[in-house]
């Protein structure tokens, strides 16, 4: 049960740090006239993205499995894709919300698995 835990949880991992470096590409990367409002929403993005992360990590390894933490293995478990590069808003908020999207309906049908498992930290 709990390796079938730990994949849901590394898969996520993996989702999350696809998003926490696109995040990060754009708050390096865009160009427009409310740059310094873009560049402060997306470092609180990121941020947030990174303690979410942390998380994760952390109950990976709660429940006796290790946590990935190579880029290589993150591209192979990822949900997401990666876009060319952009520096424009709408294209950039665009690409990140249907990451979100696709993160919101990856977590969906986890949960169903995972109350399946009987996790003791979800039950």
Known sequence: ??????RVLNR????????????????WNYEGDNFMEMHKFYEGQYEELAEMIDEIAERIRMIGHHA???LKDFLKLTNLEE?????????????????????IRV????????DKLKDARHS
Request: charged residues 30%; hydrophobic residues 25%.
């Open 1 to 6: 049960m709990q390796e079938q835990l730990q």
């Open 12 to 27: 996520l991992l993996a989702d999350e740090h696809i998003v926490y470096t696109k995040t990060r590409n754009y708050h």
């Open 68 to 70: 990935e933490g190579r």
């Open 83 to 103: 876009q060319n590069y952009t520096t424009d808003q709408n294209e950039q908020v665009r690409n990140l919300t249907d990451d979100h999207q696709t993160i």
């Open 107 to 114: 977590l969906r049908n986890g949960i169903e698995k995972v």
